[in-house]
């Protein structure tokens, strides 16, 4: 059972806006002082890492998403949100949120699907 929902998903134009959430259960996973992270997964490739957050708020970038996305988070709310801005093709791929360091994970989520095309 996936302990994280992600959500906000969906298809748009390059240049276009989406904000994804990823919900985890309160029951399950706490994200407070915990590093959390988005990653993504294009067809045919491995999951990559896309940004991250520490509990302190500083974040962290793949170079490609560099300027257009924003990763924040809420810990009363035990979300974690990427906001996309300018969105490229390249950007498509299923997104999935968990914890940076591999011991502190929980199970993977569905996902939620980014499809960038005109």
């Known amino acids: 059972q996936g302990q994280f929902v992600e959500s906000g998903g969906g298809s748009v134009q390059p240049g276009g806006s989406l904000r994804l959430s990823c919900a985890a259960s309160?029951?399950?996973?706490?994200?407070?002082?915990?590093?959390m992270g988005w990653y993504r997964q294009a067809p045919g490739k491995q999951r990559e890492w896309v940004a991250s957050?520490?509990?302190?708020?500083?974040?962290n970038y793949v170079d490609s998403v560099k300027g257009r996305f924003t990763i924040s988070r809420d810990d009363a709310e035990n979300t974690v949100y990427l906001q996309m801005n300018n969105l490229k093709p390249e950007d498509t791929a299923v997104y999935y949120c968990?914890?940076?360091?591999?011991?502190?994970?929980?199970?993977w989520g569905q996902g939620t699907q980014v499809t960038v095309s005109s």
């Open positions: 968990n914890a940076v360091v591999v011991l502190q994970r929980g199970a």
């Open positions: 309160k029951r399950l996973f706490s994200i407070d002082a915990t590093t």
């Open positions: 957050i520490r509990s302190d708020d500083s974040t």
